[in-house]
């Protein structure tokens, strides 16, 4: 079921949706060589909950981690570890925080030390994705237009389009209706209206978007072994575009 937000909702969101910003900014610092993801993870969680919020991830469907750590050819939905970064490896943290019980959620892929132009190019134009959906995002459009856009764009650029995964509604839930897929036709699907929060998320692959899920059931990695990146925003429909709730 789709829902309309109300005044009081969009401002619970938007308090989420910034601590979610914040926990970016405070890990980046800290996104070096030699880290392990579990300390990034073990950071992630004090920080969440020193802003009077929890991470959304923890315990969701059993997720045993504070937030979805993804290194290099991992999709979405790594598992924090003692795996230590290198340099030249990619790194996305996707975090989802819960404030009176509604929640953010924003994704970022970053950089550690000097990467390849193969990665560079994918993060630059899998980031670009994200913007070039939102442009899509007002009240009136359908979400095939947004995901038409995205597919459209990364096609162009030379990036494969993971179709098995999408976006979504956000609120007191934090994967509600309409689902947001990163491919489909103009003027078709769900129409947006004002007061909708929605999840946009590019999730792009340098070459082949096939997909593979390990054996811990919850990492998702490109069956090539090629590099993929991941740029979420939470944004809320307006009449004339959208606001981005996971922002300053």
Known sequence: MITIKSKREIELLKVAGNIV????????????????????????DK????????????GYQG???????????EVVHGIASERKLQDGDIVT???????????GDSAWSYAIGKIDEEKEHLMKYTEEALFVGLKEVKAGN????????????????????VKE????????NLHEDPEVPNYGLKNTGIRLREGMVIAVEPMLTAKSPRIE?????WTVVTEDGNPAAHFEHTVVVTKDGYEILTGE
């Open 47 to 58: 920080y969440i909950r020193s802003l009077d919020a929890t991470p959304s991830c923890k």
């Open 21 to 44: 910003y914040k926990t970016h900014q405070y890990l980046k610092p800290f996104l070096k060589p030699g880290i392990t993801t579990q300390e990034i993870d073990d950071l992630a």
């Open 63 to 73: 997720f045993p981690a504070a937030i979805c750590i993804s290194v290099n050819d």
């Open 165 to 172: 995964l999408c976006g979504h509604g956000v609120g007191s």
């Open 93 to 103: 943290l996707d975090i989802c925080a819960c404030y009176k019980g509604y929640h």
């Open 142 to 161: 359908r979400v095939g237009d947004i995901g038409h856009a995205i597919e459209k764009f990364a096609t162009a650029n030379g990036l494969g389009v």
């Open 213 to 217: 899920i390990l054996d811990d059931d």
